[in-house]
């Protein structure tokens, strides 16, 4: 019974030492640890620790019995009572040192998988982190993209706006020409019509000339 004591007690050291380093053979054991705190795994080892906290009460109380037996003797105690009680006691320290370390092995191996949970979840949210940095500074460089593309746009209208004042300056200047050209063709309209009625009226005063001298030329004749 000592000797398994020893043993397992020697077992949960070397587990909680494995437990201090972080080695590959860590992640093995708490591999193993997972495998066991599935399914039937938990009931059995709460079975098995229930068990080594029953037998330790009674060796403690086995313990108890031998001291009230030797008290009632009047402090005589045969050495075979006394060999049993040195066993009983150590077999009660050790089994109650193997449950301090099996609590201890529980509360690392959930502490370790804990801190491994928050370490995937703090490089999950470092990437996502950087992903939406990424994302910014694409979307950024977009932006200037847009920026450029539009002041282009706006240097584009600016020059559009100057042709157009230039060619509305143009159309005006030949509104006004054709204007004036109209007014001047009006004027020539004018003078031809004068004109034509001073002819049309200077061959009436011909004609008329005309007959005068052709009749005073008949009463010659006559």
Known sequence: MIQLLFTL?????????????????????????????RGRGP????????????????TIYSVA???????????????????????????????GFSLFLAFMIDKLHHYIRELSIRRKTMEAVKKQNRAFEDGKSGASEEIKTLEGEASALREKIRQLELELEEKAKEASSAEANAGALKKQSEGFLLEYD?????????????????????RSDSKKVS
């Open 9 to 37: 007690i020697f077992a949960e050291m070397a587990l909680i030492i494995i437990f201090v380093f972080k080695t590959p053979l860590r992640k093995l054991v708490i591999m193993g640890l997972d495998r066991v705190k």
């Open 43 to 58: 009931i059995i080892v709460k079975t098995v620790a229930g068990t080594v906290f029953v037998v330790m009460m009674s």
């Open 65 to 95: 019995s031998i001291h009230t037996r030797w008290v009632d003797e009047g402090g005589d105690i045969t050495p075979t009572d006394q060999i049993l009680l040195a066993q009983h006691l150590l077999e009660a320290s050790l089994m």
């Open 194 to 214: 004068r004109l034509l009625e001073e002819n049309q009226n200077l061959r009436s005063q011909l004609q008329s000339l005309d007959r005068t001298l052709s």
